[in-house]
């Protein structure tokens, strides 16, 4: 490809609107173009380095075994309904209605699509097991895109999906594709962690997301600092202290004057936060929930959400506390009446607590679980953070920012058994399908490459995801020598099948090398007359700060081993 016909212009200003470093760069560099909140146009840079990307993944999913298909964006809501996700999943589905009146929606991943196509597809036991993929774009109506591709709304994504006679197929299904992903990060010159992970709107047992560690990320990852754990800070589990065993003491109430928060009740009464109840009133699917966890830890909202099959949960106001008769900063689980209970398990490992009273002023001293008040769920709602002790393991939870690139769930019969898919064993019987899920968000996964590869002057891609792997730049335009060597070098590093960008614009070489060093093209090759005089040609690595001069007799050869040593891509 010559500049002088490749269609975009590079930047040297930062767009205002810009929030990430990759969301500056890809747009300065011309790779992206954003045309609505959330919603981007590929530029013919940014659509070789996504085509590149595209194209590892399918590589590496069909040497796992995996078939590709194409799902349709739009499909009946009926499917959705089948599922039980038309009303939870969230952001909530983007609907409109067809000329038949019949409602649609913009789908934001496929499981019930592929469901519909293996149940039509699998009838024996002998159809089983196999792996299908596609690359196609998703909707989410996300309420706040940022970042530039890091978080939109329209996106593409490498979805696949595994289908399994029983659990030892799923596990090896789940094994095999993790592999693959494992495959495709390197090759894409990233280092990821996999982490476990909430599985949200998607569902299933188990889930785990592959993170590309970084300060600029926007998910919080809690790792051992002795190894051997990571999690989301959604999904994130650690070991509760326990309070001393003391005996029961008698429940009393006490005069506690403006006193309207934890911080306040310990210093007032020298006791530590896990001596005191934190009431929290929720309102789900409009009714109210109390949320009681103990003073020294947070409810972890993913963790609640997740009891109520993920149903929109959010803190009631002060209005709606007032309306049922309680008072902010005094709401207490005892002696309420008509509203579920919810309990985190902290609250079970010791006694004598303080509480509200339920009553303006007033708190309640040595409130014991279960003789004071009842819970309709006892479960883990805490929130994993920085310092706390890993449970079941050896070390403490260290903080790192990261961003996902992958997330891979164990669905089991989630879709399968609501949705009919099924099939015959080897004694005839009926069994669900057990299925898998895999993800990787392609413009999300460009943008994760640049945020970890870039310096003050650009990008530093990799030649696997660089639109180009050279830049070759002529000096000296008036000079037929350069033009006619440059000519020549050109051809025949694309007859070696090398990806050459030739910059042959009438620009000063200070302009070019700018745009070579944004765009983040792993090599560039200079030729100018004085050292084509000396039968050389110059060669720097956009990583390395070092100019080298090689034979022209060499450079090709030079080149080729660069590129396809295993090492430098």
């Known amino acids: 490809m010559k500049s002088s016909i490749l269609f975009g ?21 011309g790779f992206i173009q954003q045309i609505a909140s959330g919603i981007f146009s590929l530029l013919p840079m940014g659509n070789r380095s996504i085509s590149k990307i595209r194209n590892i993944i399918r590589e590496e999913m069909d040497s796992i075994g995996g078939q590709e298909v194409n799902l349709p964006v739009v499909q009946p809501r009926d499917l959705w309904v089948e599922s039980g996700r038309a009303e939870t999943f969230s952001p909530p589905l983007a609907s409109f209605s067809d000329r038949r009146n019949r409602e649609m929606v913009l789908a934001p991943t496929h499981e019930e ?24 774009t998703k909707f989410r109506d996300e309420p706040r895109p940022r970042g530039g591709l890091l978080r939109v709304r329209e996106f593409e994504m490498k979805d696949a999906y595994s289908f399994d006679l029983d659990e030892k197929g799923l596990d090896n299904s789940f094994s095999l594709i993790i592999q693959g992903y494992e495959r495709i990060f390197k090759r894409c010159g990233i280092n990821v962690v996999m982490v476990q ?14 993170v590309l560690l970084t300060d600029s990320g926007e998910d919080m990852i809690l790792i ?41 009740l310990s210093k007032l009464k020298n006791i530590s936060k896990n001596k005191i109840l934190k009431s929290l009133l929720y309102t789900v699917n409009q009714k109210p929930v109390l949320v009681v966890i103990r003073g020294d830890y947070d409810v972890n909202e993913t963790k609640l959400r997740n009891l109520f099959s993920g149903k929109e949960i959010r803190l009631s106001t002060k209005k709606e506390i007032e309306t049922l008769g309680l008072n902010l900063g005094y709401i207490s689980p005892i002696g309420i009446k008509g509203i579920d209970v919810i309990l985190d398990d902290s609250v079970t490992m010791g ?6 009273a339920n009553e303006k002023d007033f708190h309640f001293r040595n409130v014991n679980f279960p003789r004071d008040f009842k819970a309709k769920n006892v479960n883990d709602i805490a929130q994993a953070k920085q310092g706390y002790k890993v449970k079941d393991g050896e ?3 260290t903080e790192k920012k990261g961003i996902e690139v992958g997330h891979v769930f164990k669905l089991g019969t989630t879709y399968s058994s609501k949705m009919n898919a099924k099939f015959s064993d080897q004694r005839s019987n009926s069994k669900d399908i057990l299925m898998g899920c895999y993800g990787i968000g392609i413009g999300r996964l460009l ?25 070759l730049v002529p000096i000296n335009l008036n000079d037929q020598d350069v033009i006619d060597y440059t000519n020549e070098l050109y051809k025949n590093l694309i007859h070696k099948c090398l990806e050459v960008l030739f910059d042959d614009r009438d620009s ?3 302009v070019k090398f700018q745009d070579i060093d944004l765009i983040g093209i792993p090599i560039r090759l200079v030729v100018s007359s004085r050292n084509l005089k000396n039968k050389q040609i110059e060669l720097k690595l956009r990583s390395g700060k070092d100019v080298q001069l090689f034979s022209i007799k060499n450079i090709e050869t030079e080149v080729f081993n660069l590129l396809r040593n295993s090492e430098y891509i």
């Not at 040297?12 to 560099?29: G, M, N, Q, Y």
């Not at 196509?117 to 196609?136: E, G, H």
């Not at 999690?231 to 008698?250: Q, R």
């Open 508 to 510: 000063p070489p200070g």
């Open 113 to 136: 699509a592929v469901t519909v196509m293996a149940k039509a597809m699998v009838n024996s036991y002998k159809d089983l097991p196999f792996i299908l993929y596609q690359i196609q």
């Open 447 to 471: 943008a994760a490459i640049v945020e970890v590869n870039n310096d003050d002057k650009g990008m530093i891609l990799p030649p696997s995801v660089a639109p180009f792997e050279i830049c």
């Open 224 to 264: 051992s600092d002795k190894g051997g754990y990571a999690a989301n800070v959604e999904k994130a589990v650690f070991e509760k202290t326990i309070n001393p065993i003391e005996s029961i003491m008698k429940i009393e109430k006490i005069s506690t004057p403006n006193i309207t928060t934890i911080d306040k």
């Open 197 to 210: 992970a909430d599985s949200g709107g998607i569902g299933g047992k188990d889930s785990n997301e592959f």
């Open 395 to 397: 070390g403490f939870l």
């Open 351 to 356: 006694s004598n607590f303080f509480a509200g």
């Open 9 to 29: 212009k590079t930047l040297r200003d930062v767009p205002s609107d810009t929030e990430s470093t990759s969301h500056k760069l890809l747009i300065r560099a």
